[in-house]
C-alpha cells in the first residue's frame, strides 16, 4: 500500500509562485506526478517524471513548471512560476507502483490578486 502527503497550496498573487511537495511511502513506484481540477473541469495532467528522470508536461504549464524528484526520499516537487488565475485549482499527487496508480487527498492552489 502506498500513502501521499502532499504540501505546498495556498493562495498567491498572478505572477508569484509556489512550491508543492509530495511524499510517498511504500516501494515499487516508477513515475510521480501532478494531476489538477478546476471546477466544473476534468482532472488534467499537469507534469509527471519517472525514476529515470523521463519527463512530461501539459503545453499549458511548459517554461513556467518544474518538476523534478529525490529519488531517495520518494518525493516529487512541483515548481511553480509566473501563475496565472487559470491555474486555479486542487492539485493532486499521483504515484505510479507496478500495480496500480495512487492519489494524494490534493492540495488548493489558488492565484488571485
Known amino acids: 500500500q502506498v500513502q501521499l502527503v502532499e504540501s505546498g497550496g495556498g493562495l498567491v498573487q498572478p505572477g508569484g509562485s509556489l512550491r508543492l511537495s509530495c511524499t510517498a511511502s511504500g516501494s515499487s513506484i516508477y513515475r510521480m506526478g501532478w494531476y489538477r481540477q478546476a471546477p466544473g473541469k476534468q482532472r488534467e495532467l499537469v507534469a509527471r517524471?519517472?525514476?529515470?528522470?523521463?519527463?512530461n508536461y501539459a503545453d499549458s504549464v511548459k517554461g513556467r513548471f518544474t518538476i523534478s524528484r529525490d529519488n531517495a526520499k520518494n518525493t516529487v516537487y512541483l515548481q511553480m512560476n509566473s501563475l496565472k488565475p487559470e491555474d486555479t485549482a486542487v492539485y493532486y499527487c499521483k504515484a505510479d507502483s507496478t500495480i496500480r496508480g495512487y492519489w494524494g487527498q490534493g492540495t488548493q492552489v489558488t492565484v488571485s490578486s
Open positions: 517524471i519517472t525514476n529515470g528522470g523521463s519527463i
